[in-house]
């Protein structure tokens, strides 16, 4: 990684005996996208709060090119930040929202002028200028709040669940904004969200945390290809988790049994584990065939219920084990109706798609 | 329960429509609309047909006085109040509710505290030798007592003491309709507090502070108990005089014809507070 | 931040300090004539020379306290139900009528709470005079239920704008009629808002001055009259025996309003 632009470091926040941030570290270089994922009190927001500087961390510091941050009050911060509500001061005009950091900075009235018709054009609401924050949609307000984080050229933008307020339709259109402006402005983003496809969609990298804590951080195919851990895999996509049984390791891939008591050869384990530990492969829903070929694992079960919807099958089938997984196979002309429910068959799956995790 | 008393009671029932104003519009009517209409009347026709109540009232330099008096005391605690009460209903909008409700405590005991109460509190305290002008000796600060006590300074303190309740719970509610967010979302954008106090918070109150001085201004202009008791004779307010006027002068016409004038700015003022407090939640569903 | 609590700093210190200042200041006077009806001193001076019940003795020897105090209470007490009964009615129609001049006609109810109350005061004072009302009772009583009405029907109405008709519909599909709907669910659920219009109401003629002041008759006068011709003679302890009196009642009042409100809202 090339020098940390922003950095934090083993930051802490603890409110009385509950502790929200345990000791989370981070490098952002300049101009990534980063995004903070996780549940809702999984301690991303906190984290936000200490840079923007409206909480103070218990211990841990947030470095800014090499200078720390936390001694420094938020409107000297120069930070750009678009909040969760709508915040645009009611009383102004799309105008003076935008212009508002320039006149507290004292910048001359042409530059504040030109700025503001340069933002608004970013943000693609030029014919709105003298309009109150009222009269806007929650899309176009959120655009205005852009514009306004932008204007003093912030070297950092955080964003706070920014779209959690506006309808899907909205947000798939936003989120394209924002990409396009993170493109043409080159700002570095830290953006907060719960919802893993905004995430994805948008992100260079992805923090994803859990409980205060970073549990992996990584490209989205990281997440998605190479979970770190069993709640990285269950909370990026979809997953089914089958108990099994860890037999050996054999060319650094690992060996399991699974319930029916078939055996699966060369799936990738997070941790090293015991001969005749008990685990879980972890397999999405989309790995699973109706037909086999050579190579792949297979897995005897019976069908619960089947639907199909053009591309894709879904299957409910229970394992021997009594265990429900989802399957969504790819529709194939090779096997038409073999998923009737309560038949009983096989279905296969490429053990090199399947993880292992301790139980 | 008999058959007769179940019917009685299905047809007896509260009436929803205009019926059940009727008790309220008969009371107001007769007893509120009738006598004030009555009393314009009088200020017309008493002791003879014709405007000369008006004529003598607007023509005098005594009466243009009296007005002059209202206006300024009702003017300063107004802005008085207005002052001492931001601060407060700023620190009640936000402080942990426990903190909170021992303030609200205080303010409920002072605002229902029998007024004559109040007043006769503070003109013991106020007067030559009252408890405040003997602190001050005592401390050494002044060596003649302060007249502090039938004059514009009495008024004015005893007034501020009434109106705060009633410039602070409304102007509670103006702050806590604020969103904190958004005085976050200033200070992230470089605003100092200070601008933000200038740019953001003040004017988002505006229509609260507006509407709460115009209440405490009207209410001041008229009121009589306060002023009578602890201001003086050569900055008598309006209501005394009205009052002078009926029972020691026994001048009906005159005191009927500035009852009017009192009662047609007071209206005048209210309509506009109505406006305000419209325009307020128009601005507060932003 | 500046509507952050824990983010405001100096300022913070500053603004509490003010706080706590115009806090003391609303307190003074209150607590300062609780102290001094035990004072000793018939000059009032502060402190007191030395402590005494002999104010409060005198306060009760003289009967035209007392009757001036039971004078009030009767009043206030008719003023109340009187005020309340009518603006439970006036509420129904205010909040759930629909007709033309609606909005007019709640304006002209609630009218007697903006007008100066000297303007009444005269108005109602010649009014009575010509009926032979003045020095009444009943007089007293209907110059009172004019200006509480106000009071009385602003907590009923907004309590009923926050109650959901339909649970009273609700309840007339489940057979009750339309008065034991009101009677039983309706009343009950907006006890609160009557509540609070029977104590505005009984304060608003309890404590009222200017009214009282032309109406009093050598014969009948409350316990503000009392004061208030008290008050002009000279600054007697004995009012601030009255006073604290006043305001235990008041502190009272506030009490069991704290108490039936929380009782009344689990």
């Known amino acids: ?359 | 329960m008999s058959v007769q008393a179940q019917q009685g009671i299905a047809t007896l029932r509260i009436p929803e429509g205009l019926g059940g104003l009727l008790p309220a519009l008969i009371l107001i009517g007769l007893f509120f609309v009738v006598p004030v209409l009555a009393l314009l009347l009088r200020s017309v026709t008493d002791p003879a047909p014709g405007l000369q109540n008006y004529a003598a009232l607007l023509g005098d330099g005594t009466y243009a006085r009296v007005f002059f008096n209202t206006f300024l005391v009702a003017a300063v605690v107004t802005i008085v109040t207005v002052l001492v009460a931001f601060p407060v209903a700023w620190m009640l909008a936000i402080m942990p509710p426990a903190l909170a409700s021992i303030l609200f405590g205080i303010i409920i005991l002072s605002m229902w505290t029998n007024l004559l109460t109040r007043t006769y509190a503070w003109m013991v305290l106020l007067q030559r030798t009252g408890v405040i002008n003997r602190a001050l000796i005592g401390a050494g600060i002044i060596d003649q007592p302060l007249p502090l006590i039938n004059n514009l300074t009495g008024v004015t303190i005893g007034m501020v003491y009434i109106m705060l309740p009633f410039m602070i719970l409304p102007l509670v509610g103006t702050l806590r309709a604020i969103d904190p967010m958004t005085l976050r979302a200033a200070a992230l954008c470089g605003a100092s507090p200070l601008a933000a106090f200038r740019r953001i918070l003040l004017p988002l109150s505006l229509p609260g502070i507006a509407a709460g001085g115009l209440m405490v201004f009207v209410m001041s202009l008229g009121y009589f108990v306060t002023p009578a008791l602890l201001g003086g004779t050569s900055n008598m307010m309006l209501a005394e005089m009205i009052a002078q006027m009926i029972q020691s002068m026994l001048n009906w016409g005159l005191g009927s014809a500035a009852a009017f004038i009192l009662l047609v700015v007071t209206m005048a003022l209210y309509a506009l507070q109505l406006r305000l407090v419209g325009s307020k939640r128009a601005v507060g569903g932003a | 931040m500046l509507l952050d609590y824990d983010r405001l700093g100096w300022l913070k210190v500053a603004l509490l300090g003010f706080t706590a200042l115009v806090a003391a200041f609303l307190l003074l006077p209150v607590v300062f004539i609780v102290l001094l009806s035990f004072g000793s001193s018939r000059w009032l001076a502060f402190p007191p020379p030395g402590w005494t019940l002999k104010w409060y003795q005198e306060l009760f020897a003289d009967p035209s306290w007392i009757e001036a105090a039971l004078t009030s209470a009767r009043i206030a007490t008719m003023t109340a139900i009187l005020a309340v009964a009518i603006a439970l009615l006036a509420s129904f129609a205010l909040v759930r009528g629909q007709f033309r001049g609606r909005e007019i006609l709640r304006g002209l109810l609630l009218t007697p709470m903006v007008l100066p109350v000297v303007v009444f005061a005269i108005a109602i004072y010649a009014f009575f005079l010509q009926l032979g009302l003045g020095g009444t009772t009943i007089g007293f009583v209907i110059a009172h239920t004019v200006l509480a009405l106000p009071f009385a029907i602003i907590p009923i109405a907004t309590a009923l704008e926050g109650f959901d008709k339909s649970i009273e519909d609700a309840a007339i599909v489940c057979g009750a009629s339309p008065l034991q709907a009101k009677l039983r669910i309706t009343l009950p659920s907006i006890r609160i808002g009557i509540f609070s219009a029977a104590i505005f109401s009984f304060l608003a003629s309890w404590d009222e001055v200017v009214v009282a002041i032309f109406m009093a008759s050598p014969t009948l006068q409350t316990l503000p009259v009392k004061i208030w011709s008290s008050l002009r003679s000279d600054l007697t302890p004995v009012i601030a025996a009255a006073s604290s009196l006043l305001v235990a009642l008041t502190l009272g009042l506030m009490i069991v309003t704290a108490l039936l409100r929380r009782k009344l809202q689990t």
């Open chain 1, 1 to 359: 990684m090339t020098q940390a632009f922003l950095s934090i470091r083993k930051l802490r926040k603890a409110f009385g005996a509950f502790t929200a941030v345990h000791d989370v570290t981070l490098d952002i270089p300049k101009g990534e996208f980063l995004t903070f994922l996780g549940p809702s009190g999984s301690g991303k927001s906190t984290t936000l709060y200490a840079i923007a500087g409206f909480q103070d961390p218990t211990s841990g510091d947030v470095l800014l090119q090499g200078k720390s941050l936390l001694s420094i009050p938020s409107h000297k911060r120069n930070i750009g930040m678009v909040f969760q509500r709508y915040t645009l001061f009611p009383h102004l005009s799309v105008a003076e929202n935008v212009a508002f950091p320039l006149r507290v900075r004292r910048r001359p009235d042409g530059e504040v002028k030109r700025k503001v018709a340069d933002m608004l054009a970013l943000v693609r609401l030029e014919n709105f200028a003298e309009r109150l924050p009222a009269a806007l949609s929650g899309g176009q307000q959120q655009r205005v709040a852009l514009a306004r984080a932008l204007a003093y050229d912030p070297p950092i933008l955080l964003m706070d669940e920014p779209l959690s307020a506006l309808d899907k339709k909205l947000r798939e259109e936003i989120q394209a904004e924002i990409r396009r402006i993170h493109r043409e402005t080159g700002v570095t983003i830290l953006y907060v969200t719960h919802d893993q496809e905004e995430a994805l969609h948008l992100s260079d990298r992805i923090a994803l945390f859990r409980s205060g804590r970073i549990a992996q951080i990584g490209t989205g195919e990281d997440l998605y290809l190479r979970p770190a851990n069993e709640f990285v895999a269950g909370f990026i996509g979809n997953s089914n988790f089958l108990a099994v049984e860890h037999l050996e390791t054999e060319n650094g891939a690992a060996v399991v049994r699974l319930a029916d008591g078939s055996i699966v050869k060369g799936v990738k384990a997070a941790d090293k584990l015991d001969r005749g530990q008990k685990a879980r492969l972890m397999v999405r829903p989309e790995a699973f065939h109706l037909t086999g070929v050579p190579g792949t694992a297979s897995l005897a079960v019976e069908i619960v219920d089947a639907a199909f919807f053009g591309d894709r099958r879904r299957v409910v089938a229970r394992t021997a084990s009594g265990d429900e997984i989802d399957v969504r196979p790819t529709s194939d002309a090779a096997d038409p109706d073999g998923a009737d429910a309560g038949s009983s068959r096989q279905i296969f799956f490429d053990p090199a798609a399947a993880f292992l995790f301790p139980a």
